[in-house]
């Protein structure tokens, strides 16, 4: 651990804790003396006195084992253990009492944790708590509440290469994420820990349990104060991890979160735990704050598409049942497509929502509606109906809460009507992912005012979603704007006038010129040419919006008869259309092809025409090729298909066939200047070459300040690799060359674009030649798009820059080799140190006590070289002399008349036990021991390892070694065993 890490980041984050949020801090060593063992994560002394606390009337036996209920969980995995831990978190514990008070024996819920008041709790802040597995894991700092760890944050030096990175990686670790990972980490932590984070200051980025790396989240408010405020209590400008402190690890919003907003759901077979963002948070309570017994305050929350609109009205519907005030209210979800129906009560049903009912009728509806007792029910508006002149109203109950989802398609109508009326004294909540026109501002009469906004433009800042480009192509072939006459003409260009007047006559209509053979063949030849060019290299897949089902149909038989990307057509076929019936699918068979296009390889292309316009949520696509007459909110919620999140993609695009240009500029003018702004980029080329140039800017003058330091001798590249040295610059180069990239992947292939590639591959030359040399693990080229990262590849290869400087091990014979290409005494050394460096990094766990030495001595010569004490040559000459003692195991071996594999043993037990006769003769007695116990697996084998810990200990008796230090030297060599007899017994 850095001094920086502990300065500038753990020491700040343990002050706003404690000092601002009331968390006490305990020393890890007094947290110890309440364990047992350091294998336990529960710290059991705590939570047996926080459960006395909490429930006065529980004997002690039964606090002992609930709280032995808490430490040993019984399930099949973490998360299993997790989610049976959260939901004991959230409604405690059953135990069987006589509590004294006539009743007798009966059943008790015994509560962990008081959430309604926080000041009833304890919290605990601890510095490096250590937990052992097969290895030790110690977090930076954990949080627990009542003696139960619930937030694990990682600490990382904003001096380090990727410090975020770093962080996330290493918790990902703990939890044993990645088969690499297994046996690295401490997955017993993980069935409390609720919340995870890892923060070098300037950047904090949050998640739960399990989430990949591309879905953690920044927390931006410190919600419910605003960052003035923080600003005013801190003193100071607020960091994100201030914000972060502040609005998640807050004594009243922690347990907030913990109870409310964290939810486990059925995915595809598996169980995938969410947690909110913080704009879900914020909505939610700001809901609930104008809403009490006596208050029904309604309104409407904007949020952007794909910012997670369903688990907020999730949450807001959980808020409203654990609030005791309204006792027990019911809650009406409605929504105006089935589609939306069906997703929206399917995850409530997957994350567990109690009992939620779905109207299946109009009379349904009304059954459900005239006697509600605290249902959650669902439908769409249009069960809203009846053949009645007048509607009739159903319940003039004031305890219902009625939440709409896309509340402008859904609030005008009749029907919008009928709801209201059924509905008489309801408090009417509309969700919608779009704002609301200028031009139906009555929006606000029927709902009231914005309860919270979250557009597009914060959505895209926080990386929930991508932006949106929109660009019209092939105009010449387009139905909107262009005559149809000079439209014909141009398909049927080739026919002769009397051919071409019998065609018109029958080509008389829009959709009929547009479905022409010659305009389709030419469109899908544009499609295959853009598609395998801008999104395939990427790996990304694509939507057709056809303008009706015969058009979706012949562009699908288009696509196959030109050999494009494997196509899936979902079409609803109608009894009388037997030409199209070979593309009529069941709705089962609609799920196995919109899975396979989610989760596998193929198909590519879906081809729709109003399916999957609204509410599909398919990350994988980023471009809609758009071939249909939309308009309006349509129009925009189409469009919006293509910006959810997925690692690698910068963005989504709308390809225009149609020609709805002035379509969308008329939808984008019905908001309001500030609410369009950014919305979707209609002239991105012209927007995003000036962002390429200022990111290209801030890229390759990066340099000028290693051309200025340039040597005699010592050429360009090898001055700006220098100067790549420091870890911290090597960073915020990293970020601006990232940068530089991404608006190359937006611009590409776009000729403009080429005039910025050569000083990309430049650049990206200069990054492998420093990767090599500082012996990073990531490549240079993490960040970059596939379809830049090809370009760069290539260039790489032909330019030779994989081989200017290999990272070859140091044992090779090519490493030498590799010294010799440098010119400067002071690459040299650069090169050699940090292949040393590696090896250490390596190896350290291979021998501790050796390349602990050999790191030691490294430091030395590199500090008097800084201070001026040597020269370069010198040092050139120390750290070659140093790397001949880390190549020459064997050498050390027979000096000191042992075998190799022996050596490591022996120098554990001798660091601190001066017999070395005896010391050479156990090491060598141990490891013949360990040898013959190393059978397949044996690291998984908890008999096989109880037997080497006894082997060992009575070893180490026999030599009389320290009786205080036998237990610590038995884990060292467990651990050195755990390394280098790994492969053994296979």
Known sequence: MSDSEILEVEDPALEVLTRHLGWKEMFAKDIDRLRTSLKETVITPMLIAAIKRLNPWISTDNANRVARDISNVQATSVLEANEKIHAMLERGVTVVQDKNDGLGIKSHDVFLIDFENPERNEFVAVRQFRVQHYKDIIPDITLFINGIPLVLIECKSP?????????????????????????????????????????????????????????????????????????KKLGRPPTEQDIFLYGVCSKENLLDIIRTFVVFERESGRTVKKIAKYQQYRAVRNILRGISREKRKGGV??????????????????????????????????????????????????????????????????????????????????????AADMYPVLTENDNIFVLVDEAHRTQYRSLAANMRRAIKNGCFIGFTGTPIFKRDRD?????????????????????????????????????????????????????????????????????????????????CLDIIQHYESHILPNGFKAQIVAENREMAVKYKRTLDSLGAPSSEVLITVGHNESNLMEFQKSKEEEKEVIRRYKEEADPKILVVCDKLLTGFDAPVEQVMYLDSPLREHTLLQAMGRVNRKREGKNFGIVIDYWGVSEDLQEALHMYSAE?????????????????????????????????????????????????????????????????????MDMLLPDPRALDFMHDLKWMAGIRMTARNVYRE??????????????????????EGITTLVEAVPI?????????????????????????????????????PVFFESLRIRLERIIKDYIEGRINSAVQLQLLRDLLDSTRAPEKRASEMGLEPDVVPFYSLLAEKFDNVEAMKQ?????YSTLKTFAVVDWQHKEDTKREMRKSIKRKLKDVQYPPEQIQDMIAKIMDLAARRLSGYGN
Not at 485 to 513: G, H
Not at 821 to 845: D, F, P
Request: glycine fraction near 4%; include cysteine.
């Open 159 to 231: 001096k380090i290469q990727n410090p975020m990175d770093e962080g996330i990686r290493q918790i990902c670790r703990y939890q044993e994420m990645e088969d690499a990972d297994r046996n690295m980490g401490a997955p017993r932590l993980f069935h409390t820990v609720q919340i995870v984070a890892s923060t070098f200051k300037h950047k904090t980025k949050y998640a739960t349990n399990y989430t990949p790396r591309r879905d953690w989240s920044i927390w931006r408010e410190p919600f419910p104060f605003t960052l003035d405020d923080l600003a």
């Open 777 to 798: 693990e990531q490549t240079p080229l993490d960040g970059c798009s596939e379809k830049v990262r090809k370009l760069i590849d290539e260039h790489i290869k032909v």
């Open 301 to 386: 929350v904007w949020h952007w598409q794909g910012s997670g609109k369903s688990l907020t009205m999730l949450w807001t519907s959980v808020k409203l049942r654990l609030n005791k005030e309204l006792e027990n209210p019911t809650i009406v979800i409605i929504t105006d497509r089935t589609d939306l129906d069906d997703q929206i009560f399917s995850t409530f049903k997957r994350c567990g929502f109690p009992n939620p009912v779905k109207a299946k009728s109009s009379k349904h509806l009304q059954e459900l509606l005239r006697d509600p007792v605290g249902q959650t029910i669902m439908t769409t508006v249009q069960k809203f109906q009846d």
């Open 443 to 523: 929006t606000f009469d029927k709902f009231g005012p914005y309860l919270d906004r979250y557009d597009h433009n914060q959505s895209v800042q926080d990386e929930v979603t991508v932006p949106i480009l929109y660009e019209s192509r092939m105009p010449e072939l387009s139905v909107s704007g262009k005559s149809l006459d000079a439209l014909f003409d141009r398909i049927f260009r080739d026919y002769s006038p009397e051919d071409r007047e019998r065609i018109k006559q029958k080509y008389a209509t829009t959709a009929a010129i547009a479905m022409a053979t010659p305009r389709i063949n030419a469109i």
């Open 922 to 926: 156990v090491a060598g007695d141990i």
């Open 675 to 743: 609410e369009r702004q950014g919305m979707i980029l209609t002239n991105y080329k012209v927007e995003i070459l000036p962002r390429l140039e200022m990111a290209y800017r801030s890229a390759i003058t990066f340099f000028d300040a290693a051309k200025a330091t340039q040597k005699p001798g010592e050429t360009l590249d090898e001055a700006c690799v220098r100067y790549l040295a420091p870890e911290d610059r090597r960073a915020a180069f990293d970020q601006r060359f990232k940068l530089f990239s991404r608006y």
């Open 811 to 847: 044992f090779s014979q090519k490493f030498d080799e590799e010294i010799d290409k440098l010119g400067s005494a002071e690459s040299k050394a650069s090169y050699i140190e940090h292949a040393i460096r590696h090896e250490i990094n390596v190896k350290m766990g291979d021998d």
